[in-house]
C-alpha cells in the first residue's frame, strides 16, 4: 500500500511536471510572437519613420525650389519689366526727337471739298513742292484782278480730294505726343463755312450723326479720342491713367462754361493766373475756372461715349448765329481740353514715373471780316470781337517771328492769354488754315493764307 501511493505521488508529479513543461513551453512561444510583434512593430514604425522622413525632406526640396523657382521668376519677370520700360523710354525719346526736328509750331492748309459747286464758281489752286525747303508744299492763288499769283509756303496742304482720315495720319503724331506727357494745341483757322468744325468734330457735333465707326469721314476729335482709348488699353500692363475734359468758349472776350451744370441764363467765369504744371514743370498761366469732367473708371478704362455727350452738350450751349456764310455760324471761339496723367511703377526699385500732357483742340470763330451794310449791330459787335482777338493772335505770331522784339502781347486778349501755354516752351502747336474752294471767297482765302504765312514765318524762327 505504501508503494501504490508513492507510484501514485510520482505518477500525479510527472504529470504536474508535464503540463508544467506545456505551460513553460507555451509562455516561451507566446514569449517569442511578443517578441516577433514587437520587432515588426518596431520595423514598422522605423520603416514609417524613414518614411515621414523622405515625405520631409521632399516636401522641404519641393519648397526650397519653389522659393528659388518663384525668386527666379519674380528675377525674370523684374528683367521683362526693365527691358519693357527701357524699350518704352527708348521709343518715345526716338519719337520725341522726330517730333521736334518737325518745330515746336506747325502750319498746314486744307481746301474745303467742293460740295455742289459749279467748275465755274471754283478757284484755280495750284499745289507744288516750295523752293525752300524739299519737303514743303506751295500753295498759289491768282491775284485780284490780275494775272499774277501769290504763292504761300507751308508745311503741308491738303486738297478738295483728301479725307479726314488722311488729315488725322498728320496728326495722330501730336495726339500721341499729349498721350507722352507733352502740351499740346491744334487749331482750326478759317472763315466761316471754310470745313472748320467738319474737320475738327464731325459727326459728334451733330445729334442725329450716329454712326458705326468707319461708316462716316469723322474728324480730328472722335479719332484723337478713339487713339486715346487704344494707347491706354494697349499700355494698361504698365501704366495707369486717368483723363479729364474740360469745354470753354470765349464769346465776346468773356469765357463760357459749355459744360456747366447749373441751369438757368448762362454766366461768364472768372480768367485767373494759376500755378500748372505743364511739360514736367509748375507754369504761371491764365486759367478759366471751368468745370472738369473725369472721363476713365475706376478700372482705368477710357469713356469714349462721354467725350461724344461733352461735344453734343457743348454743341447746343455754344453762341451760334445765322449769317450770309453759314446757316447756323459758331460766333465764339471754342477750346477742348483733354489732360492725359499717366503713372508707371518699376516693381523691382519702387520707382514711380509720371507724365502729365494736355490736348487742347480749338475751333475758332469765323475770320470773316463783318459785313458794314448788316442791319444787325449784334452780328456786326460779335464780328468785330472775332477778328480783334484773331488779330491779336496774328500780333503774337509776328512777335513771335521777329527776333528784336522784346515782349509778346499774350496779355491783349482772352483768347491769347488763354492760349499762351500752347504756345510756350516745350509745346506742339498744329495752326491748320481751312479755305473756302470758290471764288467768291477769295478775299477771305487770301486773307487766311496771309496768316498762315505768319504762323510760318514764326515757326521758323522760334
Same mark, same amino acid.
Given at each position: ?50 518614411? !515621414? ?59 474745303? /471739298? ?23 508744299? !506751295? ?84 479719332? *484723337? ?94 453762341? $451760334? ?37 494736355? !490736348?487742347?483742340?480749338?475751333? !475758332? *470763330? ?54 499762351? /501755354? ?16 470758290? $471764288? ?23
Amino acid at each position: 500500500r505504501n508503494v501504490q501511493d508513492a507510484e501514485a505521488r510520482v505518477s500525479k508529479a510527472q504529470k504536474d511536471a508535464s503540463a508544467s513543461k506545456r505551460q513553460t513551453e507555451q509562455a516561451i512561444k507566446e514569449a517569442e510572437n511578443a517578441r516577433k510583434q514587437a520587432a515588426f512593430a518596431k520595423s514598422a514604425e522605423t520603416a514609417r519613420t524613414d518614411e !515621414l522622413n523622405v515625405l520631409q525632406t521632399t516636401y522641404d526640396e519641393t519648397v526650397a525650389l519653389g522659393k528659388k523657382q518663384r525668386l527666379e521668376d519674380g528675377e525674370r519677370l523684374a528683367k521683362m519689366q526693365q527691358d519693357l520700360f527701357y524699350a518704352q523710354d527708348n521709343a518715345r525719346k526716338n519719337f520725341d526727337e522726330i517730333q521736334d526736328l518737325k518745330g515746336n509750331l506747325r502750319v498746314m492748309c486744307r481746301i474745303r /471739298p467742293q460740295l455742289k459747286a459749279a467748275h465755274t464758281e471754283l478757284e484755280n489752286f495750284k499745289l507744288d513742292v516750295g523752293p525752300d525747303s524739299g519737303h514743303l508744299q !506751295l500753295l498759289s492763288i491768282s491775284k485780284r484782278q490780275s494775272s499774277e499769283v501769290d504763292s504761300f509756303q507751308m508745311e503741308r496742304i491738303f486738297d478738295k480730294n483728301e479725307s479726314n482720315d488722311q488729315i488725322f495720319s498728320e496728326v495722330s503724331q501730336l495726339v500721341r505726343s499729349a498721350i507722352n506727357g507733352r502740351n499740346v494745341c491744334i487749331f482750326a483757322y478759317g472763315q466761316t463755312g471754310s470745313g472748320k468744325t467738319h474737320t475738327m468734330t464731325y459727326p459728334w457735333n451733330e445729334d442725329n450723326k450716329i454712326a458705326a465707326s468707319g461708316t462716316v469721314d469723322e474728324g480730328i476729335i472722335p479719332r *484723337a479720342v478713339r487713339m486715346i482709348s487704344s494707347a491706354i488699353s494697349e499700355t494698361k500692363d504698365s501704366w495707369t491713367f486717368t483723363v479729364k475734359g474740360r469745354f470753354i468758349e470765349i464769346y465776346m472776350d468773356h469765357v463760357y462754361d459749355l459744360l456747366r451744370n447749373e441751369k438757368g441764363p448762362i454766366q461768364d467765369i472768372p480768367v485767373k493766373y494759376a500755378t500748372e504744371r505743364r511739360n514736367g514743370k509748375d507754369e504761371n498761366i491764365y486759367k478759366a475756372e471751368s468745370n472738369e469732367v473725369e472721363l476713365t473708371t475706376l478700372y482705368g478704362d477710357f469713356h469714349e461715349a462721354k467725350v461724344r455727350e461733352m461735344l453734343l452738350q457743348a454743341a447746343k450751349s455754344r453762341h $451760334t448765329r445765322a449769317t450770309d456764310k453759314n446757316a447756323q455760324s459758331s460766333r465764339s471761339h471754342s477750346i477742348l481740353s483733354l489732360k492725359i496723367e499717366g503713372e508707371r511703377v518699376d516693381v523691382s526699385s519702387g520707382k514711380i514715373t509720371e507724365t502729365c500732357g494736355t !490736348l487742347n483742340l480749338i475751333d !475758332l *470763330a469765323g475770320s470773316e471780316k463783318p459785313a458794314d451794310n448788316s442791319l444787325d449791330k449784334e452780328s456786326q459787335a460779335e464780328g468785330t470781337k472775332i477778328n480783334k482777338s484773331l488779330l491779336v493772335l496774328r500780333n503774337v505770331l509776328d512777335a513771335m517771328a521777329n527776333p528784336k522784339a522784346t515782349q509778346v502781347p499774350f496779355r491783349e486778349s482772352t483768347l491769347t492769354k488763354l492760349l499762351q /501755354p500752347s504756345l510756350g516752351e516745350g509745346c506742339r502747336t498744329l495752326m491748320f488754315v481751312m479755305v473756302s474752294p470758290l $471764288t467768291k471767297d477769295r478775299e477771305e482765302t487770301r486773307n487766311t493764307l496771309s496768316f498762315a504765312k505768319v504762323a510760318q514765318n514764326a515757326k521758323l524762327r522760334t
